[in-house]
């Protein structure tokens, strides 16, 4: 009697959930790891300095154990001088060690669906038209959109949730979440 073992990989399993309190410091250093000590400095930062994420929008992904191996968060903005609110995805890293894993495809996506649920028309960011096109997202309407600061343009990219939201939309992006009430500590790991 001849027997067949099958043997087979399991990926590591990630669960997408709320951010809490108790990440900070963990979502902090992971963002050191992924992005650098450069990451301060970039233009989307300005529009989320001193401001909470959107309400309901911030994950991370959890590993089996409990840390944190991914995170996203979406900010609210308006899309120049009174114009429509929309939302600014960033940043979204993945620890070093789990590239290619697809927990950054997976907090997309996840992220993606509760925008919409919670009713958001539109939502931007500034990244590479390659990764984040997969999920619908381009330069087609971000053309008279503008960050504040130093960005490449081409890499400003819009995904509507809501057909027609970016249409005509024009100006500089501008921070209208909610602020920030807590000790500067607190501001600086946010």
Request: charged content about 25%; aromatic content about 4%.
């Amino acid at each position: 009697m001849e027997m067949s073992v099958e043997i087979v990989a399991h990926a590591p399993a990630f669960a997408m959930v709320a951010e809490t309190v108790v990440d900070i410091a963990a979502r902090e250093a992971l963002l050191d790891r992924a992005m650098g000590p450069m990451r301060r400095k970039k233009s989307s930062e300005k529009l989320r300095r001193g401001r909470r994420p959107s309400e309901g929008l911030a994950f991370v992904a959890r590993d089996t154990s409990g840390g944190v191996a991914g995170t996203v968060r979406l900010w609210d903005v308006r899309l120049g001088e009174g114009g429509p609110a929309a939302l600014l995805l960033g940043p979204l890293a993945v620890d070093p060690s789990l590239k290619n894993a697809g927990i950054g495809s997976a907090l997309m996506r996840h992220a993606i669906a509760e925008a919409a649920r919670l009713g958001h028309a539109a939502i931007l960011l500034v990244g590479d038209a390659p990764y984040y096109g997969r999920f619908g997202f381009s330069a087609d309407k971000t053309g008279r959109l503008a960050m504040p600061g130093p960005y490449e343009r081409h890499r400003l990219l819009a995904l509507e949730l809501v057909d027609g939201a970016l249409d005509g939309v024009h100006g500089t992006l501008k921070a209208s979440g909610r602020k920030l009430s807590v000790p500067a500590e607190v501001q600086r790991a946010g």
